[in-house]
């Protein structure tokens, strides 16, 4: 398993944009997909966004257009550009291994005001 750790949250008004890092002890360039999942308060944790080792991402409907994931496996690093944000999207983000057993960070808090 790979040590994530997630950064780059914080408070921002709606319509602004944050970007989140995540940052692996380990070589991420093995594991094929790396992801992003996001909890809001009283919530199911669901998928933001997840990218293959060869670039492939998906994205939930409701970040389509706004988001943007991306990995940088020389620097075991992956990210989410965070654009047009609004209240909705206020959580706790969190950056993922899909390997088996799942590699979870600790999460971020964005908090998005309107």
């Known amino acids: 398993q790979v040590q994530l750790v997630e950064s780059g949250g914080g408070l921002v008004q709606a319509g602004g944009s944050l970007r989140l890092s995540c940052a692996a002890s380990g070589n991420i360039f093995r594991i094929n997909v790396m992801a992003w999942y996001r909890q809001a308060p009283g919530k199911q944790r669901e998928l933001v966004a997840r990218i293959t080792r060869g670039g492939t991402t998906n994205y939930v409907d409701s970040v389509k257009g706004r988001f943007t994931i991306s990995r940088d496996n020389t620097k075991n690093t992956v990210y989410l550009q965070m654009a047009s944000l609004k209240p909705e999207d206020t959580a706790v983000y969190y950056c993922?291994?899909?390997?088996?057993?799942?590699?979870w960070g600790q999460g971020t808090q964005v908090t998005v005001s309107s």
């Open positions: 993922a291994a899909l390997e088996f057993p799942i590699s």
